[in-house]
């Protein structure tokens, strides 16, 4: 009987040195993963910049095509105001 804590003892030890293996793989997972949603992370904020710098390039375009536009209208405007050259 006096052996029998021993024995115990023992498996004790090993299952818990076992769950602090399975511990440790599972943190190291973990980490991995954080890892890589850090890195997708990343790369979809630098497509998200990338998208609104091409959305302000083409809303700047617009709006100076569209100025463009009243300018020439303005133009023809009075063009037509001042009547017929001659």
Known sequence: MIGWPSHENQASRALHAQDVRLSARAAVIRSREMRQLAEDMRDRADRMAVQARIDLASATARRKAFV???????????????????
């Open 68 to 86: 463009a536009e009243l300018a020439v209208e303005q133009v023809l405007r009075r063009g037509r105001a001042a009547g017929p050259p001659g």
